[in-house]
């Protein structure tokens, strides 16, 4: 018997449960002992190489969350189980399968690389699990390849990008270029990078690359002073970001410097003077004047002794996503109508700003345009207002 239909099984008999345990409602106290059996949350992030502090953040943050909820979500107690992904894409179907299969977890938050994205996705499309992503950009996820139990707190790589293609060609520039690790992550924000500059009268030259996490950059750089364009554009995120920015500077190139915001995300204490007057685009910016990004950066900065940042405020609302959606089935996490239901219908109160879940799952936001001043990623305005993925290819809906 394959797993799948062993689930399908266990599934089938939690929901038996369930109905049993209405009608035993005469026997409180044995029953209530098995409702609060502890939810399992599976965490499958990055806390070793280029992203480890991204998947620190998300992680601090998500106990931030359930903490703020007296350490239970629905009333059921919390069981975080991690795992390092190491940003592997070629171990990643065999690290999801550890978390739903061995471990059984009742729910999948993972991850931050794009590529490891698709190795949970194809595991968890067959499971059923419910996963939230909190930060992984790819499209496929809630594009062609969508499903009901997958949802994302983050993005989609198309999304920063995209608003900062508007923003460049907005401020006039007219041609530039992108610099980027050689995978999804990258390839998926060029091209919305690409889209908007040239449909705001831009040109953008083909692509430099490196392989992911190379951070050998000197042959890249030194090929732009040369190719003729008035801005460099670019993605890379963590230690990468932080090796690419200062070696830019170092190198003494004069172009401005812009990027999907990730580039000066959580970055900016390493990258020092080096990044300051560069412009990004982000669905987050460190100075966000709303009660609720002023209360999570206080409750994560006493919690981790550092400043909160995008892949943070990412974990937090995936742990606001949770809670929302298990408060609507009070716990009942089997109950999956109406808990999709519940979480498709979400509307969240996040450090970002208001957000909601787009027909395919994705997070519709707004997308701030930022500079570094003064060792702050503040917001100068909004490249993209409100902006939901295009969702191409998703049939949920
Ligand atoms: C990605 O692989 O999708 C990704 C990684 C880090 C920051 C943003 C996106």
């Not at 969350?65 to 065999?94: F, M, T």
């Not at 008035?230 to 993605?235: A, E, I």
């Amino acid at each position: 018997m394959s797993d799948l239909v062993n689930r399908g099984i266990l599934r089938r008999s939690m929901l038996k449960g369930a109905a049993a345990l209405t009608a035993a409602s005469a026997l409180p106290t044995r029953w209530s002992i098995a409702q609060e059996k502890p939810l399992k949350v599976g965490l499958m992030l990055p806390y070793s190489g280029t992203y480890a502090q991204l998947g620190e953040n998300i992680t601090t943050a998500i106990e931030v969350l359930v903490a703020e909820k007296g350490g239970k979500l629905a009333g059921r107690e919390v069981q975080i189980i991690k795992l390092d992904d190491e940003s592997k894409p070629e171990n990643a179907p065999q690290n999801a399968d550890r978390l739903v299969k061995r471990d059984q977890v009742d729910v999948l938050i993972g991850t931050v690389h794009s590529g490891v994205q698709m190795g949970i996705h194809k595991v968890v499309s067959e499971s059923g699990t419910l996963t939230i992503v909190p930060n992984a950009g790819n499209g496929a996820v809630t594009r062609e390849l969508c499903v009901k139990n997958v949802f994302r707190s983050s993005f989609t790589n198309w999304q920063p990008a995209y608003g900062m293609g508007v923003a460049a060609a907005r401020n006039g520039f007219r041609k530039s270029v992108w610099v980027t690790w050689d995978y999804a992550a990258g390839a998926e924000s060029g091209a919305g990078f690409k889209e908007a500059f040239e449909k705001g009268g831009g040109e953008v030259l083909p692509s430099l690359t490196l392989p992911f996490p190379q951070t050998n950059f000197q042959p890249l750089l030194a090929q732009l002073p040369g190719l003729g364009v008035d801005l460099v554009g670019s993605f890379f995120a963590g230690g990468g970001a932080v090796q690419f920015v200062k070696e830019y500077r170092a190198a003494g190139i004069k172009l401005p410097l812009c990027g999907s915001g990730f580039l000066t995300e959580g970055t900016l204490p390493a990258q020092g003077a080096a990044a300051e007057g560069i412009e990004t685009a982000l669905h987050y910016g460190d100075g966000l004047d709303n009660a609720k990004n002023i209360a999570f950066r206080k409750a994560f900065k006493d919690k981790a002794g550092r400043e909160a940042d995008v892949y943070a405020v990412q974990g937090y609302d995936a742990a606001q996503l949770l809670a929302l959606g298990l408060e609507a089935v009070r716990g009942k996490i089997e109950d999956e109508a109406n808990l999709y239901k519940a979480l498709r219908a979400a509307k969240i109160d996040s450090p970002r700003g208001p957000i909601s879940i787009s027909p395919a799952q994705n997070v519709t936001q707004n997308i701030y345009l930022r500079k570094v001043e003064g060792g702050m990623n503040k917001v100068v305005g909004i490249a993209a207002d409100n902006l939901a993925d295009p969702g191409t290819g998703c049939k949920l809906a």
